[in-house]
Each structure stands twice: as C-alpha cells, then as structure tokens.
C-alpha cells in the first residue's frame, strides 16, 4: 500500500506535468482557453501600422482587433504574436438599460451630437460596426436587460453601477416609467432643427414612443419639444437623445367641456361653415380651436403645444354687486350706476344667469377666446349699457314702483343680444336698488306723515264707533223703558175700564144725588157768576181773567217752566235727547222721594 507521502509526491509531479504541458501548448499550438462569462479580447503585437484616427484593427493591422473570442479553446494566438485578455461578458439587470460609447468609427455629423445606430448585433460585432458605418462617440443605440458580449477595446458601456464614475446620475439608467394619470411631455435632443413659425416637433410614425432614436431621425423627426407625448407605462429610453417631464393629464370636470385650441398639428383648415364667420374651428389634430370639444374626464394632451379652455356646461349666474360667485367670472363685476329722468344717480345689483351649450361651446372660445373674455368684453357692456339706457326713461321712483316690469324688459332685450353670440340668457334679476339718500329721505317723511295720518284716521274710527255704541245702548234701554210704558199703558187702559163701569154704577147713584144738589150749586153758580161780572165790571175782562189765572196756579202748584225743553230742531236725535232728558228726571225725583238712610 503506498503511503500518503507517496500519493502527494505523485500529484505534485502531475500538476507540474500539466503545468508544463498547458505551457508548451500555449508556445507551441498557439492555445487559448475563454469561459462562459468571458469575452477574449486580442492584442495583435506585429503588422502594418493602423490609419491616422483608428484604434481597431480590422484587417490584421497591429493593436487591438475587431473581432474577439468567444467561450471555447482557440489555437494559433502564440504569446509572442497576440496578447489575449479576458473580460467578464456585460449584464444589463432587469429595470435599467446600459449606454455605449464609440472609441472608433466615422466622426458623427454636425448638425448630430449622436452616433447613428448600425446593425451590428448590440454592438457585441465590432467588425460590422465599423464596416457598416458606425460613428464614434455616444450612440443612439441602447443595450437593454440582458447579457453581452462586448469589445470594450471598441465600446465602453455605463451601466447604473459605473454611472458615477462617468459622470451620470445612475437613476437615467433605470427604465423610465409614466405614471398613471400622468403622462410624458418629450424634448429630443438629437434631429433636425424645428421649422420656422413651429414650436414643437410634427408627430413620428415608427419609433416606438422614441424607444427606436434611429426611426425617429430616418423618418424626419425634429430636435425639441415633441407634440407626440408618452402615456403611462416604462419605456426604454436613451437619456441622451430625450428628455422627459411627467404632468398630469387634462381632467375636465363633470358639468364642463374642454375646448382645445392647438398651436400645432397639421395645416389649418377651418370647417365652421358660412353661417359662422366670427372665427374658424378645426377638425382634432390641425392647428386652431377643435370643432368637437372635450367631454368629462381624463385626456392625454400635450400642455405645453395646446390649450384647453374649460367652458360650464350648467347654468353660469353673474352678479353686478359687491359679492362674486365660487367660478370668480363676476370678479371685477361691480354695481351699475345709472342715472334716471329726473337727473338722480343711483346703484343697481343684477344677476344674470346664462348657459352655454356643450355644441357652442366651440363657436364661443373661436369668437371670443375664453369665458373671462366672455364676461368682461361681451356681457359687461351689454347689461351695463342696457340699464344705463333704460333709466334715463324713468323717473327714480317710477323705476322702484315698477322694477319687476323694468325687469322682464331686460330680461327679453339682453337675450336677444346674447344670442349673437351663441350664448343663451335665461333670466336677468334686479337686485338691490339704492336710489340718492335725500330722495329716500324726503320720501320717507313722506310715507311716515302718511302713515301718521291714517293712523289718527283710524283713531277717530275707533272715537266715532265709540260713541255710536254708547248711543246705541242708550237707546236701547229707552226702548225698553218704552216696551215697559206700552205695557203699562195697556195695563191702566184695562184698569180704566174696570173704572168705567165700576163709575157708571157710582154715577146712576150719583145722578140722583146731583139733581138734589144742582139747584144749590146752580145757585151758588148764580152768586159767583154775579161776583164774576162784578169783578169784570170792577178790573176790566183781561184784569180778572189774569187775576183767576194766577189764583189757580198758585192753588194748584201748576208748573210754568217744563222740566225738560225738546228743540224742534234739524237733528234726527231730538226725541232721543228729550227721552234721555226724562228719564233722567224721573230718576232724580225717585231719588228725593227716598227717605234718608239713618
């Protein structure tokens, strides 16, 4: 059995066998060996000298050489004639891309700052590179994720992790992605100059969203700002040749439409038609104000070569007062003064409510621009002068007295004239009126001397009622007084013919009685009747008869002045009084008939 030290001597002899061996076939067959992640790249020590400016040999010259070794066991390199040195194969990690420089080829154009793209299999062909007319210098094509096998004799490659060490921001070198909502507003950096009076590229068929720079430039595409944008998504894109800036996308609102007018696209071509001749309308991707607006919602469009002018498609209310709506159109709106008839100036608040149509939206924005200049350079004018013209025909108060009529007035005149340009008015409001404080004041004393003297008209109403009433409920205890003496008199009237017949017995008994006594009182008569002519005789007949006069009115207490006088005058309530009158009498005699309280 052999011993252990007998195994290692004859391993360490092996070894240096090998070792010998891969060295005399490498001096004599010329022997070179390159792994999977390797790439040969061959120094040629002896030949021709290469031309003026060139660095790689392609027809044996000496230095570097075109074409390199691939993985695999190569005879015929002699270290006396090729120096071979083996660098790792190029990886590009997924998510970023990989930029190439030229340190061979033709020089790049002038009008150009990049090489052009040639086929040359990802620059992993140096030979066809330089055959088909590759450039020197930074180049158009990118590697993109993936492994390559690349002559860094020919190309340097910047990768996100050598990116410093060449100056360059590693995150350029990741691929570029959009985001949503959002999209990508390009500036080439390479191409032909941007023709006169444009302000941004024409859009390019066949570049892939500028990810094929070559496309882009063989099919005339322009250095600058691009009309064509980048929607959502990654792209692989050469920081070199474009320059991207993410902005949102154009969101119209619900209760608007968007009116685009484009400052670049195709030749204008205005399809307005004839009726329409206070501006022109475009067909979608020419220059002008599209002719079909833009509905609610998220929209792709490119900021920076066109505008979109936002037009409510609901109800727009203006006020001319000192207070602006949340749109903020009204903002430099303010009252409108007027002068009436009479010479008086004097404020106004309006609202005017309009609506623009989703379909006219474009004739407006084609006529006057925006709906700011909508409101400032059509509508202003024409309310305020319309109410300036139309108080000069009315009086102050006559236009206070008469505001809803003054209102539908103008509410039919300012549709009429905004018609015109296609914008329909719905209502016009008058506000506040605030006329000149005198006016206001002398009319206010007017209206409060008024209201004083309707008020003591009243007053006098309510004294008068007053007084029909207290005469009223006077006479209404007189009638019944009087109810109570017709009764009464009803009553005595039955009494007196109790009497009557009760007298008629009394009288047959006193009829005979007085036949008895009638010679006595006829001769008693006899005697006055001489002491009557002898008193006529005596004091003359008016003496006697007012001498009898008196002696009865004294015997009988008989009353010469009445207790209640009634005037026979015009008045209608004579009786009334003269009621009144007894019985306040009556009642006063029933008071001192009463005997004392003690």
């Excluded at 061959?42 to 074409?67: C, H, M, N, P, T």
């Excluded at 006169?196 to 063989?218: C, K, M, R, T």
């Excluded at 030749?267 to 001749?277: C, L, N, P, Q």
């Excluded at 003591?456 to 009622?465: G, I, L, R, S």
Aim: overall charge neutral.
């Amino acid at each position: 059995m052999s011993s252990p030290t007998t195994i290692l001597v004859i391993f360490t002899v092996s070894l240096v066998g090998l070792t010998l061996l891969a060295i005399s076939a490498r001096s004599l067959l010329g022997l070179v060996i390159i792994g999977e992640n390797e790439v040969g790249i061959i120094v040629k020590k002896f030949g021709s000298r290469l031309s003026a400016g060139r660095q790689i040999a392609l027809k044996g010259e000496a230095g570097y050489q075109a074409d390199t070794l691939t993985p695999g066991w190569h005879f015929g390199y002699h270290p006396w004639r090729f120096a071979v040195r083996k660098t790792p194969v190029t990886v590009i990690p997924q998510g970023q891309i990989a930029l190439v420089v030229a340190a061979d080829g033709n020089s790049i154009p002038p009008e150009k700052i990049l090489g052009k793209s040639v086929d040359c299999d990802n620059f992993q062909d140096a030979r066809k590179f330089l055959q088909n007319g590759g450039e020197k210098g930074r180049q158009l094509g990118i590697l993109t994720a993936g492994s390559y096998r690349i002559n860094v004799a020919l190309f340097t490659v910047i990768t996100a992790s050598n990116a410093e060490r060449h100056d360059m921001n590693p995150r350029l070198l990741h691929v570029y992605s959009v985001q949503p909502d959002r999209i990508g507003i390009v500036t080439t950096l390479d191409g032909q100059t941007i023709d006169d009076g444009e302000i941004a590229g024409p859009v390019i068929d066949g570049h892939n969203s500028f990810q094929n720079a070559q496309s882009f430039l063989d099919n005339g595409g322009r250095r600058g700002l691009q009309e064509q944008v980048l929607l959502s998504g990654s792209w692989n894109l050469n920081p070199w040749f474009v320059h991207v800036e993410q902005v949102p996308m154009t969101e119209i609102p619900i209760g608007h439409v968007g009116i685009v007018i484009a400052y670049v696209g195709k030749a204008h071509r205005d399809v307005s038609g004839e009726a329409f001749k206070h501006g022109n309308l475009v067909e979608p991707g020419h220059k002008g104000v599209w002719i079909t607006p833009l509905y609610p919602g998220k929209h792709p469009l490119n900021v920076r070569v066109m505008k979109v002018e936002l037009v409510p498609t609901t109800n727009i209310v203006l006020n001319w007062a000192k207070r602006t709506e949340a749109h903020q159109y009204d903002q430099h709106l303010s009252p409108i003064t007027v002068r009436s008839k009479d010479g008086f100036a004097f404020n106004l608040d309006v609202a005017q409510i309009i609506h623009i149509g989703a379909p006219d939206a474009p004739k407006v924005i084609s006529r006057v621009g925006s709906v700011q200049n909508l409101v400032d350079h059509v509508l202003q004018p024409i309310v305020g002068n319309y109410f300036r013209n139309s108080a000069q025909e009315y009086t102050v108060l006559d236009f206070l007295s008469d505001r809803s009529e003054r209102q539908q007035e103008a509410t039919v005149h300012i549709r009429r004239a905004i018609s015109a340009y296609d914008v329909q008015a719905l209502d016009t409001l008058i506000g506040d009126i605030t006329p000149p404080e005198a006016l206001m004041e002398t009319q206010t004393n007017r209206k409060i001397a008024e209201e004083q003297r309707k008020t003591y008209e009243v007053q006098k109403m309510a004294q008068d009622q007053r007084q029909e009433l207290v005469r009223a409920t006077a006479l209404a205890d007189i009638q019944q007084n009087m109810v109570s003496s017709e009764q009464g008199v009803q009553i005595a009237d039955l009494q007196a013919q109790a009497d009557i017949k009760r007298a008629n017995g009394e009288a047959q008994a006193t009829r005979l009685r007085a036949v008895g006594e009638a010679d006595a009182v006829r001769k008693i008569g006899q005697a006055k009747a001489e002491a009557y002519r002898a008193g006529v005789a005596s004091l003359g007949v008016q003496g006697f008869t007012s001498l009898q006069l008196m002696q009865i009115v004294g015997e009988r207490n008989v009353r010469v002045v009445p207790d209640v006088a009634v005037s026979n005058g015009s008045s209608s309530n004579g009786l009334v009084d003269g009621l009144l009158g007894m019985m306040l009498h009556n009642q006063g005699q029933s008071e001192e008939k009463k005997p004392a309280t003690k």
